[in-house]
């Protein structure tokens, strides 16, 4: 593989030190870039553009050409697991997406398998392959999974939800059912970002989406300890380099603590807590991604550089941060909004980042 010329984004992760704060956004190949939404168009549906290695490539690198930013990450969506596990993901126009067969039945549950990654989601590791040759070793490739507990509210519920009914009742009257299914889930996952490592991936993320609307018991039974497993059972080295580790609980502030004892280099962070006060929480355990409301970016440039200048100066001093939002960028951002952002971040962190 090509030598890495900006490695800012991996020594960030792993708390070493950096010239300035690293930048990537959550869903930065979307909808507010009109080259995307061209692209997707050209693909004829959301399904068709995932399961195109060569459009996916595409996509992935368009928010690069755009952006000065220090990661790409595979564009694909969390979903494609439980595709391959055979419950027939759709996505309904206007709806978002949905399955066919959601798992309700005992028997469903009872039969459920892992997929073979290198089988059943072969269009995602070509994609992962295929992406890292057109980087050229430009920026790290960052490779991504849901967590079992957020696939699993989607595998129950058969879409996404407010009040999660299905998975609570579940959760609540047949936890050995729930288990069933996140035990199956983990092991997917780590099979499926193994697989990902393996074709190039330089770093991963497990997106917990959902672990933050259960109780904190709840959270500690059936999400936080599935995450701890698949950090376990990540290839920890390729090419010579530590591959790094990120998770990120959206509502999880108030288990700050113990997300960053489970085994991560990275926790990312919402916007609901100061990182500041996360630094001071978790100490030198684990760098920090986050954590910047993506609704800022809807407003002014003026907003958007006070707001990226605030959050360093909470971070302050050091290595440690990659700067992020707390969840996926909107499609209604301004795309100029975006160029203000990585740029400010850029000059501005160097301060904090002298010797």
Known sequence: MTPLKNDTFLRALLRQPTAYTPTWLMRQAGRYLPEYCATRAR??????????????????????????LDAAILFSDILTVPDAMGLGLYFAEGEGPKFERPLREEWAIRDLKAP???????????????????????VPLIGFSGSPFT??????????????TQVKRMMYSRPDLMHHILDVTAQAVIDYLNAQIEAGAQAVMVF???????????????SLPYMARIMAGLTREREGRVVPRIVFTKGGGLWLE????CGCDAVGLDWTI??????????????????????ILLTTPEAVAAEAKAILASYGQGSGHVFNLGHGISQHTPPENVSVLVETVRETSRAYHAA
């Open 116 to 138: 073979d990654p290198h089988d059943h989601l072969r269009y995602v590791i070509d994609a992962v392959a295929e992406i890292r040759r057109a980087l050229d070793g430009s």
């Open 151 to 164: 696939l699993s509210c989607y595998m129950i519920e058969g879409e996404g939800s407010d009040s999660y």
């Open 208 to 222: 917990d989406s959902w672990g933050g609307m259960v109780s904190q018991a709840a959270y500690l039974e059936f």
């Open 274 to 295: 100061d990182i500041g006060d996360a630094r001071r929480r978790v100490g030198d355990k684990v760098a920090l991604q986050g954590n910047m409301d993506p609704g």
């Open 43 to 68: 693909a004829g549906s959301f399904l068709n553009l995932c399961k195109s290695p060569q459009l996916a490539t595409e996509v992935t690198l368009q928010p690069l050409a755009r952006y000065n």
């Open 258 to 261: 113990r997300i960053a004892g």
